[in-house]
């Protein structure tokens, strides 16, 4: 069709009405694509490409992309689900981090070096980059603006350490900002049901990641339904806006009770078995447990520590410039669900569920991380404030830059301080770890998981020969006849306070007078015993 058809005749729209193209970017739709007109975003994506693997190479070669224990733990969940079945995700930690592992992590060098996870970090944390980008794109329509919000989160030192690590936050703050850029989307046009459905399922999917993105549902429940009132929709569209939402976004808690349900018998077992409650993990010298202003303190030190004042300034500038222009008007609203983590943190501290130590208030450092959810909202207010003149957007970038150097030469990376000083303080389990690693022969072996994680990963025991106590039936058994089952038999105990595994709780005792095993190694806290060759025959 010729382009006279089109003319002002058939569609008289005045030249002043067009909107550029800044304007028109935002309706791209969800799923991000490097067109060739948007420099902007081609520059952020290899940005954050560039910044990704550079970064990987770094840490990489200081050897501390698998400094966390939790970083081993994942992984171990991961491989042994590859190797034996889904039954091996485990009831506590939320399953969809490990599922993304599992197309590498069969891979002896992927899951050595924690690379199956580490993969997932980093296209999570370039995908981030892009969403953020994107986001502030549709609230100010100016990609100057979006490209200096994706950069104060891509260049934050911490976040760029985390992404090279086989830990689940890169994966929840993506799913968290898909949600933001989805809802965002919908309500600047809530005709388009696919941005709702789109945002709802990216919530359902960040709820099997880490629990903290529970908070989320609820939030983003009350949004939904703040717009549709907004919007004056009558009570049957606003009904059918609520009940897709709610299907599609409390979907992935659902299936995530039915699993703890139908593989443990008890639906909450992720919240109340002896391997989730709080007191494993919150000590009862927790100065935050029950005393609201501390809980608030801990957070916002944490807060401050992973992102750094100079951002944080920028932010909430850029928070009440958000307010003050949009005044609470429903197509600006779902950038405000990212500061859900705030609130949410402070309360589980306050209750106990959650521990976290910042050195101003514990004097140590222990899941500071948790600080790094704040990054989501941080940057997309940053980005905001800068919309306009060029001289808003050239203090912004300064200001980035300056929160860079400052956070570094204040703080430094937290994030891995936190590891290297939590490694260093337990020389045993790595001594351990070595000794197993040149006299462990591949026979079967009995091993608790909880608690001796470490080792088991530092010493690269193939985990289809450990019997443990996600080993459904044979874990009873071994337990109460080791010599028909396993030929070594590893136990601990921590001493006063530390606490004993199950396996040197029910055995230990009897191993002194066994003539099956001989003890072939001990240090202050651990016991190994082997079967002995005359036993075997």
């Given at each position: 069709m010729s382009r006279s058809a089109y003319g002002p005749a058939a569609l008289p729209l005045p030249p002043v009405a067009r909107p550029d193209r800044a304007a028109r970017?935002?309706?791209?739709?969800?799923?991000?694509?490097?067109?060739?007109?948007?420099?902007?975003?081609?520059?952020?994506?290899?940005?954050?490409a560039i910044l990704s693997l550079g970064s990987f190479a770094y840490f990489y070669a200081q050897g501390v992309t698998v400094a966390y224990r939790d970083a081993g733990s994942r992984l171990m969940i991961a491989r042994r689900t590859a190797e034996l079945g889904f039954g091996q995700l485990g009831g506590v930690w939320l399953p969809l981090h490990e599922v993304t592992m599992l197309p590498l992590v069969w891979n002896d060098f992927f899951y050595r070096t924690g690379l199956a996870g580490t993969v997932v970090s980093m296209f999570s944390y370039v995908l981030t980059g892009i969403l953020l980008y994107k986001t502030v794109l549709l609230l100010t329509g100016e990609r100057g603006a979006g490209a200096?919000?994706?950069?104060?989160?891509?260049?934050?030192?911490?976040i760029l350490y985390m992404q090279t690590t086989p830990m689940?936050?890169?994966?929840?703050?993506?799913?968290?900002?898909?949600?933001?850029?989805?809802?965002?989307?919908?309500?600047?046009?809530?005709?388009?049901?696919?941005y709702l459905c789109a945002g709802a399922f990216a919530i359902s999917l960040a709820s099997l990641t880490r629990y903290e993105s529970w908070g989320l549902l609820p939030v983003m429940a009350v949004l939904v339904g703040y717009v549709c009132v907004r919007n004056r929709f009558d009570k049957d569209k606003i009904e059918a806006y609520l009940i897709t939402f709610g299907l599609l976004s409390g979907y992935g808690i659902v299936l995530w009770l039915l699993w703890n349900l139908t593989i443990f018998g008890n639906a909450f077992y992720f919240q109340n078995s002896e391997y989730a409650t709080p007191a494993n993990w919150v000590s009862s010298q927790d100065r935050a447990v029950g005393d609201g202003l501390i809980s608030l303190k801990t957070y916002g030190y944490a807060t401050l520590n992973t992102i750094g004042l100079p951002l944080l300034c920028l932010a909430a500038l850029g928070l009440v410039a958000f307010l003050a222009a949009t005044?609470?008007?429903?197509?600006?609203?779902?950038?405000?669900?990212?500061?859900?983590?705030?609130?949410?943190?402070?309360?589980?501290?306050?209750?106990?569920?959650?521990p976290l130590y910042v050195?101003?208030?514990?004097g140590d450092l222990y899941n500071v991380r948790f600080g790094l959810t704040m990054?989501?909202?941080?940057a997309i207010f940053c980005g905001y404030l800068s919309k306009g003149r060029g001289w808003r957007k050239a203090i912004v970038g300064v200001g980035i830059g300056v929160g860079l150097v400052w956070t570094l030469g204040t703080y430094g990376i937290v994030t891995l301080r936190e590891p290297i000083d939590d490694r260093a303080i337990d020389p045993?389990?790595?001594?351990?770890?070595?000794?197993?690693?040149?006299?462990?022969?591949?026979?079967?072996?009995?091993?608790?998981?909880?608690?001796?994680?470490?080792?088991?990963?530092?010493?690269?025991?193939?985990?289809?020969?450990?019997?443990y106590e996600g080993s459904l039936r044979q874990w009873e058994q071994?337990?109460?006849?080791?010599?028909?089952?396993?030929?070594?038999?590893?136990?601990r105990d921590n001493g006063a306070g530390g606490g004993r595994d199950k396996v040197w709780s029910a055995l230990h005792d009897d191993m002194q007078s066994s003539r099956d095993f001989v003890l072939v190694y001990k240090n202050n806290h651990i016991e190994i015993y082997k079967k002995q060759l005359a036993a075997t025959r």
């Open positions: 970017a935002p309706r791209a739709g969800l799923f991000v694509r490097l067109r060739t007109g948007d420099r902007y975003l081609q520059f952020v994506t290899v940005c954050a200096l919000g994706a950069s104060a989160f891509l260049l934050n030192p911490n689940s936050e890169l994966l929840l703050f993506l799913l968290m900002a898909a949600t933001a850029y989805a809802f965002i989307a919908w309500a600047q046009d809530p005709s388009q049901v696919r005044r609470l008007s429903a197509k600006g609203m779902g950038a405000l669900t990212l500061l859900f983590p705030f609130p949410f943190f402070v309360v589980m501290l306050y209750l106990g569920q959650r050195t101003e208030i514990m990054i989501l909202p941080v045993i389990e790595e001594e351990t770890a070595r000794w197993l690693a040149a006299n462990y022969d591949d026979e079967p072996m009995l091993m608790e998981n909880f608690g001796n994680e470490p080792v088991a990963f530092e010493s690269a025991l193939p985990l289809r020969h450990v019997i071994t337990l109460l006849d080791p010599a028909s089952h396993v030929a070594w038999i590893y136990m």
